[in-house]
């Protein structure tokens, strides 16, 4: 957790300060967004879909204590060895041991937006273990010290002419080189000499399945899968709530996520563990780091019902026109913004104004998070815990008396024709009024629409 607060208007408009980056990683996400329309259009029954998936996981909610149970069980009986955290320290404290268990030195990690969360490979590296993300974007962004800015497309915001600099630096390839299928070559060569010699392997989970014990994990670039067939060591990190009950629920989602996620029918590769490899040894960390508290707040707990597809970050204006880093978070965009708000509102509660509430992440999402519901609501909850500039508040409370008495209402807004077109400019734009930063006022109608109407009316 943060010991500050974050200011996402400050850190977004640092973001809008490189405009090209701003306008090409805004178009880049749109693409995908529009790529992902076409996709879901194909499907005839999309809709059926969405409201199955969000049944499915609201069910699975409702009576998570018993799947979990139910899930452990059946895991047990395939071989596969089942922890439990707690919290981000239980759940670094338990990997460690394990890897330690194993005397493993050098780990390879496909994508895992859980152990981002728990900030895992700062940890396994503060104890000298060697940690290397395997998926490319998350290659990009580990040598580029930097964190994913999106949950599927972690480097998203950087451009090839960086990767070509960082890949310069670290992986010895041609100064300026900025071909795409040279640096992919590139990276490839590193990460198969890291897979060759690793002796574990480290995975997320897309969803596990109650009734058989096995989990799902989709990748695009097969990294999961090599990662974890070299070494005799799989460690799978899962949220609590990435269960469903049974494996023919998981149709539905698979059909759901890489089409929401990226525009594609199926990820690459959606490869199914039902059990550790002849020999080897496969471990499952349940997680819980704040979700049952979640789970338990009947506001925001349809927020747990998330598949991570990313789509409502994609069609999101304000995440399109601020980068993900301005989040401060391991989820940002909408849904990040209810997660972390609703966690840790003394840190995040300038997350649920990062919104236009446009409706279109809510419209997006394949589960049907009421998104934007969520976030108003969360603005609610902001203001009634006093966490607003003390500027807003008492704007507000100005508003809301004028608001509540229609003669006065009709006076302010009489004076605001009379006197707004002959204000100096100095009193409008200035550095009180941040809203006039990029925005010149309308003008002034002659008419407030009561007297227009009274006008025309008979
Ligand atoms: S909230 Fe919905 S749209 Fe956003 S990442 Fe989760 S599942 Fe996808």
């Known amino acids: 957790m943060a010991s500050t607060h974050i200011e996402h208007a400050h850190d977004a408009a640092e973001f809008i300060q490189n405009q090209e980056r701003t306008h090409w990683h805004d178009q880049a996400l749109w693409f995908v967004r529009a790529k992902r329309d076409k996709a879901a259009g194909a499907v005839a029954e999309w809709e059926e879909l969405r409201s199955l998936a969000a049944q499915i996981k609201q069910h699975t909610l409702s009576r998570l204590a018993e799947y979990l149970e139910q ?30 268990q194993h005397n493993v030195h050098r780990i390879v990690k496909s994508k895992s937006m859980l152990t981002e969360e728990c900030h895992l490979n700062p940890y396994l590296e503060e104890h000298g273990l060697d940690v290397v993300d395997t998926d490319l974007g998350e290659r990009i962004v580990q ?21 070509g600099e960082t890949f310069h630096k670290h992986l010895g390839t041609e100064e300026g080189a900025t071909d795409p299928d040279y640096l992919t070559e590139a990276a490839r060569g590193h990460l198969r000499a890291k897979f060759m010699a690793a002796d574990a392997g480290i995975t997320g989970v897309n969803f596990a399945v109650a009734e058989t014990g096995g989990f799902v994990v989709c990748t695009n670039e097969g990294n999961a899968d090599i990662g974890v067939s070299l070494p005799k060591l799989h460690i799978a990190c899962m949220g609590i709530e990435k269960l469903i009950p049974r494996a023919a629920d998981l149709a539905v989602f698979t059909r ?62 304000v995440y399109r026109r601020s980068g993900g880093h301005s989040y401060h978070a391991t989820i940002p ?7 972390n708000a609703a966690r840790d509102p003394a840190t995040y509660h ?12 809510a419209d997006i999402c394949p589960v049907k998070i009421p998104l934007d519901q969520q ?51 100095f009193l409008v734009y ?11 006022i309308p003008e002034f109608p002659k008419k407030s629409f009561r007297e227009l109407y009274r006008d025309n009316d008979g």
């Open 256 to 317: 759901l996520l890489a089409r929401n996620a990226t525009g594609q029918p199926i990820t690459t590769y959606t490869s199914h563990f039902h059990g550790p490899a002849p020999g080897g040894e496969l471990h499952v960390v349940l997680v819980d780091n704040g979700r049952s508290d979640l789970l338990a707040n009947e506001k925001y707990r349809e927020a747990l019902r998330c598949i991570r597809c990313g789509a409502c970050l994609n069609t999101c204006p």
């Open 430 to 440: 200035n550095r009180l009024n941040a809203w006039g930063r990029q925005r010149e």
């Open 71 to 100: 899930f452990e069980q059946q895991a047990t009986g395939r071989g596969i060895k089942i922890h439990w955290a707690r919290t981000a320290e239980e759940h670094n404290q338990i990997v460690l041991g394990i890897l330690q």
């Open 333 to 339: 965009g909408p849904i990040g913004s209810v997660l």
């Open 350 to 361: 300038s997350l649920p104004y990062a919104c236009s509430l446009c409706g279109s992440c």
């Open 143 to 163: 040598l580029r010290e930097e964190p994913p800015s999106h949950i599927v497309l972690p480097a998203i915001h950087i451009k090839k002419q960086e990767v």
């Open 375 to 425: 976030l108003l609501d969360l603005r609610g909850e902001m203001a009634r815990r006093k966490h607003l500039p003390l500027s807003k508040r008492l704007l507000m409370k100005l508003v809301s008396f004028v608001m509540q008495r229609t003669w006065l209402f009709s006076f302010s807004g009489k004076m605001a024709r009379w006197f707004g077109p002959w204000m100096p400019r």
